[in-house]
């Protein structure tokens, strides 16, 4: 096949990947389902020959910036029925937004599903700090909403004035989601305190406070929400984050209590 049929192939291009995204969180659940609503420290590490320093001559002047990535982890496992599309699955035009329970089904293009035609994400980003490490870039970032491993299509930065539009309309996604309290059990405090006194230990006290924002969160699917006696797991780092429903006197308020913090063997 010559270039100019490559170039003309109906329906598919192809992108490079130019780096890859390193998060304490190597699972999708508990991954925030939009950016910068937790303040997630993670990396984003370029690859040749994109990991130059000259391409990123001038970025430390923005504050925020556009990530494009793809949505991998959309293809380890196949088991919805309302996935707009991946390498096994023909396209479906409807999904079912977490936001709105679960129970209802909108276009997939008005939504910001991950299950999409393109298997592209977009999201926005607080840019921490540059560094170079062995002569390749890495970008230290705030508020992803990217899994551990993630590939990395693109970075741009974020203009205020041409971005941020003020008068927008959110349609169902007006507000940000309620948070849910968090309650640590006496035994998760106690892990938790061992975990960070420990000379070897990954976890620090920011770890800490990080695990409580994102199961606040609220990851469980929403079909799950009302079954008060199941346990979930949130890996973080290489640690199994285990939580549930808490019984509380408020019918109103439901929290969510952090059971355990347990180091993988």
């Known amino acids: 096949m010559s270039q100019e049929e490559l170039l003309l192939t109906p329906n598919q291009i192809t992108l490079p990947i130019i780096g890859y995204h390193r998060s304490p969180l190597s699972q999708k659940f508990g991954i925030p389902r939009q950016p910068n609503l937790v303040a997630l420290s993670s990396v984003i590490e370029f690859i040749a020959p994109y990991d130059t320093i000259d391409a990123f001559e001038g970025i430390e002047a923005f504050s925020h910036l556009w990530i494009t990535w793809h949505t991998h982890h959309n293809h380890l496992k196949q088991t919805s ?5 991946t390498i096994d699955n023909e396209f479906k035009p409807k999904v079912r ?6 129970n209802t089904k909108l276009g ?10 393109s298997q592209i994400g977009l999201s926005v980003v ?44 959110s349609g169902f996604a007006a ?18 305190t061992e975990a960070i006194d420990q000379p070897s230990s990954q976890l620090t006290e920011e770890d ?34 285990c939580f549930q429903t808490h019984e509380s006197l408020s019918a109103e308020t439901q929290s969510l209590i952090i059971v355990s913090i347990t180091a993988l063997e």
Do not use: W
């Not at 029925?81 to 599309?85: L, S, T, V």
């Open 81 to 85: 029925q309302d996935k707009a599309q």
């Open 97 to 102: 937004p977490p936001r709105l329970g679960g």
């Open 108 to 117: 997939v293009f008005a939504t910001r599903s991950t299950y999409r035609p």
């Open 126 to 169: 607080k840019l921490i700090k540059v560094e170079v490490v062995s002569g390749a870039v890495r970008l230290h970032i705030s508020g992803a909403d990217m899994v551990d491993g993630t590939p990395i299509i693109d970075v741009k930065p974020y203009i205020a004035y041409s971005d941020a539009i003020t008068e927008a309309v």
């Open 175 to 192: 507000d940000k989601p309620q948070l849910k309290p968090v309650i640590l059990s006496d035994n998760a405090k106690q892990q938790l």
């Open 208 to 241: 800490g406070d990080i695990i409580c924002q994102l199961i606040a969160q609220d990851p469980r699917p929403a079909y799950r929400q009302k079954q008060s006696e199941r346990v979930f797991y949130m890996r973080y780092k290489d640690y199994d984050i």
